[in-house]
């Protein structure tokens, strides 16, 4: 029987015409990285699990896409356990056979014996790898951007894939804030020439951590943010009940719900200081808020620019200032791109003490939102083929090439009709399906007189024209 086909779920594939809106969007986003002074980078779509592991916290680690490894890996693991019970002074030979040596398996001491590479989660680990590896090769502080997929074991839902592209730009080698500004203004660029309207939003993690502090629990911290990053998913009431199972109390959970909710009438910066203002770390945090604001003023931002004291950005490898931008528009009101400073990334490595900051482009979520809005130009297209050549026998169709070839030569997209057909009706369908402006129709008395019927398809108009002349009006 032939098989049926499918895709992986949280995958697709991309047609024609989807591919050009892609590229469109890549292109805008790419010019605008270069103008900026960003340089490209690509990396491997695997990585070592132990690259991978542990940069983005426990429910990060568990979306990670694991490869099998080569060979009989299920007899390794088995021969592994075996040594295992041994140790443990077991009689394997009383044991019924599989079962039971499965069973007793622990999946974390097993996983090298299964897994030792897995895809990508983002692109900042990668980089941060790649940076540590090349350290004597770059030039600090380093500015690169990367447009790659990424792969995430997720639960595919609108908006949420388990393939998807990310567009970052990072530098490294900096503890500027200037650095914040500018690629808070790389954002407002490339949505502004997008045409998506969006909401800027910028918070710092030093704020979450003295936020910690300040309610007695810095040993919560992990559990803290990554329930605050749920706040757009489960609601306030939602997040209380995770910092109940967190462990916090009443009191503390009604200190982080004032702070995550300011009141309308007070200024931003007072209602941080009359929570955590007196914490060491929360007044470092203020100064850099303060700071990032007043470059970014200076940047003049086009879209809306907001303090949101409730972004919190679940990946644990964050440490200072915290993005995230969110269409205005539209049914998609979850994140399009989103970033912030990591201090440390490289250090987990063997290359402390090298600073980093970084955005993010969300390629798949910004598509669908430019889709819903109807935002792509129209002149986008499948095919970018300007004119067809279309002919009636085996001696017109030579001609056909010869002129396909001298257009082609002028860096016009050209396309000669493949088969022998009389029918030129059927020709000028082709064309039109793939909505090819021009044909250029050949017989046997135009090859004569060298003259050739150029026709608009969208007009309708026809004009006689010669070889050159036919370059030059396409």
């Known amino acids: ?20 809106r892609r590229k469109y969007i890549l292109n805008t986003i790419e010019r605008i990285f270069k103008k900026y002074g960003f340089m490209p980078l690509e990396t491997p779509s695997m990585e070592q699990l132990s690259t991978l592991t542990g940069k983005y916290g426990d429910e990060g680690d568990q979306l990670l896409f694991k490869i099998l490894n080569s060979g009989d890996y299920f007899k390794k693991l088995i021969e592994h356990q075996e040594k295992s019970l041994a140790h443990e002074n077991v009689d394997v030979t009383f044991l019924p056979a599989l079962d039971s040596k499965i069973s007793s398996l622990d999946s974390k001491k097993s996983l090298p014996f299964i897994s030792e590479k897995g895809l990508r989660y983002d692109l900042t680990v990668p980089f941060a790898r ?86 007695n629990a810095s040993d919560k911290f992990s559990a803290i943010t990554v329930a605050i990053d749920k706040l757009d998913k489960i609601g306030m009431d939602g997040v209380k009940v995770e910092l109940e199972k967190a462990g916090l109390i009443a009191s503390q959970i009604e200190t982080i719900s004032t702070f995550l909710n300011p009141p309308m009438d007070k200024n931003m910066i007072e209602h941080i200081e009359s929570i955590i203002g007196k914490n060491e770390e929360g007044v470092l945090g203020i100064e850099e808020l303060k700071k990032v604001i007043t470059f970014t003023n200076t940047l003049k931002l086009k879209n809306e620019f907001v303090i949101d004291l409730t972004l919190a950005r679940g990946l644990s490898y964050y440490t200072g200032a915290i993005v995230e931008v969110q269409a205005n528009a539209g049914s998609l009101k979850s994140s399009i791109g989103g970033g912030g400073r990591y201090d440390n990334l490289t250090g987990i490595f063997g290359l402390p003490g090298i600073s980093g900051v970084g955005i993010s482009f969300g390629l798949d979520r910004i598509y669908d939102v ?19 050549f279309c002919y009636f026998d085996e001696e017109t169709q030579q001609r056909a090439l010869e002129l396909c070839a001298l257009v082609r030569e002028n860096n016009i997209p050209a396309e000669v009709y493949p088969d022998i057909c009389k029918k030129i009706g059927k020709q000028l369908e082709y064309a039109n399906k793939l909505q090819i402006p021009y044909a250029c129709i050949i017989g046997s008395n135009e090859m004569q007189q060298e003259k050739y019927n150029l026709k608009n398809l969208t007009s309708g108009e026809q004009t006689e024209v010669n070889a050159q002349q036919l370059t030059q009006l396409i």
Not at 7 to 17: A, C, E, K, V
Not at 160 to 172: G, I
Not at 208 to 213: D, I, Q, R
Not at 370 to 388: C, G, Q, R, S
């Open 1 to 20: 029987m032939a098989q049926k086909p499918s895709l992986p779920q949280g995958t697709r594939d991309f047609g024609p015409l989807v591919v050009q």
């Open 130 to 215: 790649y940076v540590v590896m090349n350290r004597n090769d770059i030039t600090l502080p380093f500015k690169r951007y990367q447009m790659q997929p990424v792969w995430r074991a997720d639960k595919p839902q609108k908006g949420r894939y388990r393939e998807f592209w990310q567009c970052d730009a990072d530098v490294v080698g900096s503890n500027s804030l200037v650095n914040e500004a500018e690629l808070l203004k790389i954002y407002d660029e490339v949505f502004s020439e997008l045409n998506v309207p969006v909401s800027i939003k910028i918070n710092n993690r030093k704020l979450l951590s003295a936020l910690a502090t300040a309610v």
């Open 370 to 388: 430019m889709e819903e809005l109807k935002l792509f130009p129209e002149n986008l297209k499948a095919n970018d083929t300007k004119i067809l």
